[in-house]
């Protein structure tokens, strides 16, 4: 994860995913195809969530709520750089820059709904959705490279 050099200080290129699949404790098998990724970025690009996808310190303390928790950054751009998906962030709060630079926070984890209705269309199965990405230091995942 890096807080990368732009001419904006507030600028952040957080992990969303990487292709493969891994074995979960929880959620049995989790899987991200190039399918996956094409998803998440039009989804994004075509503001199917109806709100800005968020990055906020950990995950909801509320499962599956997507609101009531406060954003360090708001999502600006999904790119592909090989195997993973990055989320490019503008802070809104300056502290999340420095946390990130400081190795404060190590790792990244997104909060994605698979199989999603379009809350802003209201249209059925548009794929996989992204919603947030939470910073954290006891990952699902963890070798990016």
Same mark, same amino acid.
């Given at each position: ?15 969303? &995913? ?30 199917? &969530? ?40 503008? &802070? ?45 230091? &006891? ?7």
């Amino acid at each position: 994860m890096e807080a990368y050099n732009t001419n904006l200080s507030n600028t952040l290129q957080i992990p969303i &995913a990487k292709l493969g699949a891994w074995e979960h404790p929880v959620y049995h098998y989790v899987v991200f195809t190039q399918k996956d990724f094409d998803e998440i970025k039009r989804n994004f690009e075509s503001n199917e &969530a109806g709100f800005e996808p968020y990055l906020r310190y950990g995950h909801s303390r509320y499962p599956g709520a997507t609101d009531g928790e406060p954003a360090t950054a708001f999502l600006k751009n999904v790119v592909q750089e090989k195997d993973v998906l990055y989320g490019q962030f503008e &802070a809104v709060d300056p502290t999340v820059v420095s946390e990130i630079k400081e190795g404060k926070y190590r790792y990244s984890s997104a909060e994605l709904t698979r199989n999603a209705h379009s809350k802003r269309m209201g249209k059925g199965n548009i794929g996989t959705l992204l919603t947030a990405v939470a910073l954290t230091n &006891a990952p699902f995942y963890r070798d990016w490279e």
